[in-house]
Nanobody, 118 residues
Framework: VQLQASGGGLVQAGGSLSLSCAASGSIFSRRVMRWYRQAPGKQRELVALTTNDGSTNYANSVKGRFTISADNAKNTVYLQMNSLDPEDTAVYYC?????????????WGQGTLVTVSS
């Protein structure tokens, strides 16, 4: 499985960006998709997740501003980011965990940089 993340860029504070993470390869329907981010000098942190049954969860710092969604037909997960703040500046990574009868596999995307200017 390969995860291809895209959509990062430079945006002013208060603006919006949408990230995408497209999965290709042997994909199983039972999955958890997550977006993480890592700011310079900080540890990687979980931003949001979604499961194959549509459940979602968010870090407190992004609740009400970010929305995670998935298009199962396209094997793509999205992260809509609104009201961006300079504190949101980070490299954003998508992460997938797939569950099958043969076990659990996890994969990381390559990361996409989001820079929010003040």
């Amino acid at each position: 499985v390969q995860l291809q993340a895209s959509g990062g860029g430079l945006v002013q504070a208060g603006g919006s960006l949408s990230l995408s993470c497209a999965a290709s390869g042997s994909i199983f329907s039972r999955r958890v998709m997550r977006w993480y981010r890592q700011a310079p000098g900080k540890q990687r942190e979980l931003v949001a997740l979604t499961t194959n049954d549509g459940s979602t969860n968010y870090a407190n710092s992004v609740k009400g501003r970010f929305t995670i969604s998935a298009d199962n037909a396209k094997n793509t997960v999205y992260l809509q980011m609104n009201s961006l703040d300079p504190e949101d500046t980070a490299v954003y990574y998508c992460h997938a965990v797939y569950f099958s009868n043969w076990g659990t596999q996890q994969y990381w995307g390559q990361g996409t940089l989001v820079t929010v200017s003040s």
